[in-house]
């Protein structure tokens, strides 16, 4: 089973355009969509409420309030992982078994959904994370302002140079697929933890957290349409730089302690 988690705070003129996105590109995958609407004011809520009338693989996850990107991922999480677990999937079953995925994208329509097969076959041909990265030779980005583009490329910049991987570019994008074991020790491992920033920074703080669980990961080029995006835009970009430095010190942190503790 492949989850599609959303997390949408105010995407009422988004999210038509996406369900049929994903309806077009995903229609030979079993999936399931998962909206988490994070407290929205705009009418998404009782959009959704059509949308599951006529979507039998709609499930919507309501948070009364606005808590932030990184509570919507995690309920978004902790329901594949508990779908896949009632479902009778035991996530350790023999190699020839398909895995669960979980693939997260905006729910803003600047991700487009005929990235979600190549995410989904770069799990099932081995990877226990797949990006759609902005920074491959063929990616292209359209309608982003020079400040985002600023603010992508910096972040990048400085990720490698503290947590260098080979082959991976793109640390901030949300666009990616988990397999779907690799989430679940993740959510054992940290719990609530896992993500504990509000902000876009979520989408680093939880990719720094698990590449120590990863074995292999891999990018797919992405192109990036923010020329169609319609609702005002959540980032805010000091907000944003202050958090990824607060992840990196604090992990770095972390890191050192638990190096410490282990020589003594």
């Given amino acids: 089973m492949l989850y599609i988690i959303l997390p949408a705070f105010n995407e009422v003129q988004a999210l038509p355009h996406i369900f049929r996105d994903i309806q077009e590109q995903c229609a030979a995958l079993a999936y399931r969509i998962v909206v988490v609407n994070d407290g929205s004011t705009d009418g998404t809520g009782p959009l959704l409420r059509r949308c599951q009338r006529r979507i039998p693989d709609l499930k919507v996850i309501?948070?009364?309030?606005n808590r932030g990107l990184g509570q919507a991922l995690l309920s978004g999480f902790y329901y594949a992982v508990q779908a896949a677990t009632a479902a009778g999937n035991d996530l350790n079953q023999g190699e020839e078994a398909?895995?669960?995925?979980?693939?997260?994208?905006?729910?803003?329509n600047t991700h487009p959904a005929d990235r979600i097969p190549l995410l989904y076959e770069a799990i099932q041909n081995g990877a226990d994370?797949?990006?759609?990265?902005?920074f491959t030779r063929s990616s292209r980005q359209f309608g982003l302002s020079a400040e985002r583009k600023l603010l992508s490329w910096g972040a990048g910049t400085v990720l490698r140079l503290f947590f260098p991987v080979k082959g991976l570019r793109d640390y901030s994008c949300g666009f990616r697929a988990y397999r779907l074991p690799l989430m679940r020790r993740a959510l054992q491992t940290y719990h609530e933890n896992l993500i504990e920033c509000r902000s876009f920074?979520?989408?680093?703080?939880?990719?720094?957290?698990?590449?120590p669980l990863c074995k292999n990961i891999r990018e797919v080029p992405l192109e990036l349409h923010y020329e169609r995006k319609q609702?005002?835009?959540?980032?805010?970009?000091?907000?944003?730089?202050?958090?990824?430095?607060?992840?990196?010190?604090?992990?770095?942190?972390?890191?050192?302690?638990?190096?410490?503790?282990?020589g003594q």
């Fill in 231 to 262: 609702s005002l835009s959540k980032l805010r970009a000091g907000a944003t730089i202050r958090e990824y430095l607060l992840i990196i010190y604090r992990l770095k942190r972390a890191m050192r302690s638990s190096l410490e503790w282990a």
């Fill in 201 to 211: 920074a979520a989408m680093v703080e939880v990719l720094l957290k698990i590449l």
């Fill in 129 to 134: 994370l797949a990006i759609a990265s902005r």
């Fill in 98 to 108: 398909p895995p669960d995925v979980i693939i997260t994208l905006d729910a803003d």
């Fill in 62 to 65: 309501e948070h009364s309030d």
